[in-house]
């Protein structure tokens, strides 16, 4: 009898190039999970799943293109027979004063944050529903609870994921559990992308500091993965210990 459940389930991981995504493959990899590894660059992710093995897959999809994710939703189906947990992990966070100097930065967040989750959940669902014991995780933000000066678009998109999460629980229980993982700052190249110098400047010194590890969210994500069934942990909220808002 198999006794660990994960053994032989399916993760399909967006954004799984770097940071919180490529440590979730890891500790998926690691309990059992056969992941197919999503995000633009096609060299990182190949690398991942060499390194992971067991039947990982990369596919390169882009979360702003539905094409491209309805291509890698038929290649999890064929390939893997389907995924029975999607994380909707891909994100940019492109922080800096409100202007209309940050116009395409604003469009950027709310085609990726926010309609690449919703579409990946879209194009997805049909698998995650199959078999009736699916799971989506959407990794939001601190900045999906409280907002800051110069973080507003995106907060607008974390505050979003909140809001549709919540009514994608009430939706898909019992067959689909939803949870909502809403970090502080984690060690990871997300304020590298910032397109405003100054901000960027800023925020890469906080995150010079950054105490807590994509490892240690994954180890969460996995922890809520691997709960039983008739239980579901809707929202897991976490900090570095020193961070205030
Ligand atoms: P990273 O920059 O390391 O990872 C972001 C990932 O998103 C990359 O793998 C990138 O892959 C992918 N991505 C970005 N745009 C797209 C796109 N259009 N299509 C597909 N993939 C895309 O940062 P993190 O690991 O920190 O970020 C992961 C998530 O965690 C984000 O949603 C972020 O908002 C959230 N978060 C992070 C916090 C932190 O402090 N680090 C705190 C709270 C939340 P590629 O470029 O190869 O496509």
């Known amino acids: 009898m198999n006794e660990n459940p994960s053994v032989g389930r399916v993760a399909v991981i967006t954004g799984a190039s770097s940071g919180i995504g490529a440590a979730t493959a890891r500790a998926l990899a690691a309990d059992g999970y056969q992941v197919a590894l999503l995000a633009r660059r096609l060299d990182r992710i190949e690398a991942l799943a060499q390194e992971l093995g067991n039947g990982s897959v990369a596919i390169q999809a882009d979360v702003t293109d539905r094409d491209s994710l309805l291509a890698a939703a038929s290649r999890v189906q064929d390939e893997l027979g389907g995924a029975g947990v999607l994380v909707n992990n891909a994100g940019i966070m492109l922080l800096g004063p409100f202007s209309s100097e940050q116009h395409h930065d604003y469009r950027t ?28 995780v959407n990794i939001s933000s601190v900045a999906g609870r409280t907002a800051r000066a110069g973080n507003g678009v995106y907060a607008a998109t974390k505050w979003g994921m909140n809001g549709w999460s919540e009514s994608l629980r009430q939706e898909l229980l019992p067959g689909v559990r939803v949870t909502l993982i809403e ?15 100054a901000t960027r400047a800023q925020v890469q010194k906080g995150y010079d500091q950054a105490t807590v590890k994509p490892e240690e969210v994954a180890e969460i994500i996995a922890f809520v993965l691997a709960r039983p069934r008739h239980l579901a942990i809707h929202e897991v909220l976490l900090r570095p210990v020193d961070q205030l808002g």
């Open 109 to 136: 967040m709310i085609e990726a944050n926010l309609l690449g989750a919703i579409t990946a959940t879209e194009v997805f669902l049909d698998q995650l529903k199959n078999g009736g014991a699916g799971d989506l």
């Open 183 to 197: 970090p502080g700052v984690v060690d990871t190249e997300l304020p590298q992308h910032i397109t405003h110098e």
